[in-house]
């Protein structure tokens, strides 16, 4: 198949050898990478009474995942949906 490719749109020896290389490498097996393990995210008390001092309005803290780490309690009213746990089937 390569030889057809490489014969229809002219490549030299060294390009075609190239074009070889590329589609070897191509179709290595890879080793799959694994994740690094996060530390469980936490947040300082200081940030959650910051938090609960915000009264009048729905207030949240995230990480870089998008995981809610903190809410006050005007968040989880407006956010309640978000936080229910769906039905065991």
Known sequence: MLDAVAG????DD???A???ALARAASAPSRPRRQPRLPTPELRPSIQRLLDSIVGLP???RNGRLDV?????MGRAMYSLA????DDP
């Open 8 to 11: 229809a749109v002219q490549l």
């Open 14 to 16: 060294s390009e075609q």
């Open 83 to 86: 936080f229910e746990q769906p």
């Open 59 to 61: 207030a949240f803290v």
């Open 18 to 20: 190239y074009l070889s």
């Open 69 to 73: 780490l903190g809410i006050n309690t």
